[in-house]
């Protein structure tokens, strides 16, 4: 083993920590998003390192589809025990992903952003979505942004920007 390859040995080492602690903190920063960009690995093009990591690479691919499944028998109460009305009930995405919600329930539903309590906040509402429809949104800012169903009051999620 030469020193060229210590080295390399070396970067690779401090990459790999770097992209572990991006996936832990679920890429939110700006120094861990180019990580998301389809196509990326963790090492920078001028590297001659073989490309690593494929769990890195699952995690790419489960991000770049930001999909919130309406469940099967959400119309009925008992989801919002387990947080399942919406699956992920807290979407994590990073600003300017658009999210879309597949009505995967055979009754109607609605994504309203506010809370039961206080009402519509006007940000984004789905109006009635059938079976098997599906109502999408983008968020360019970040923030936490509560919605619910207006139809189903028990039902409520979450898309942390
Ligand atoms: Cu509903």
């Given at each position: 083993m030469g020193p060229d390859v210590l080295y390399g040995d070396n970067i690779q080492r401090a990459k790999t920590a770097h992209f572990e602690e991006c996936e832990k903190n679920e890429f939110v920063t700006s120094d861990c998003k180019?990580?998301?960009?389809?196509?990326?690995?963790?090492?920078?093009?001028?590297?001659?390192m073989e490309p690593v990591m494929e769990t890195g690479t699952s995690m790419i691919v489960e991000q770049a589809i930001p999909i919130v499944t309406i469940s099967m028998?959400?119309?009925?109460?008992?989801c919002e025990e387990t947080n399942?009305?919406?699956?992920?009930?807290n979407m994590e995405i990073s600003s300017g992903t658009t999210v879309t919600w597949i009505n995967a329930d055979n009754a109607a539903h609605t994504v309203t952003s506010?809370?039961?309590?206080?009402?519509?906040?006007?940000?984004?509402d789905s109006s009635i979505i059938a079976m098997n429809s599906e109502f999408s949104y983008k968020f360019a800012e970040s923030g936490t942004y509560d919605y619910y169903c207006i139809v189903h009051p028990w039902m409520t999620g979450i898309v942390t920007v």
């Open positions: 180019r990580y998301l960009e389809p196509g990326n690995t963790y090492l920078d093009p001028e590297d001659k028998g959400s119309g009925s109460p008992g399942s009305c919406y699956i992920p009930y506010g809370t039961v309590n206080g009402g519509p906040d006007g940000l984004f």
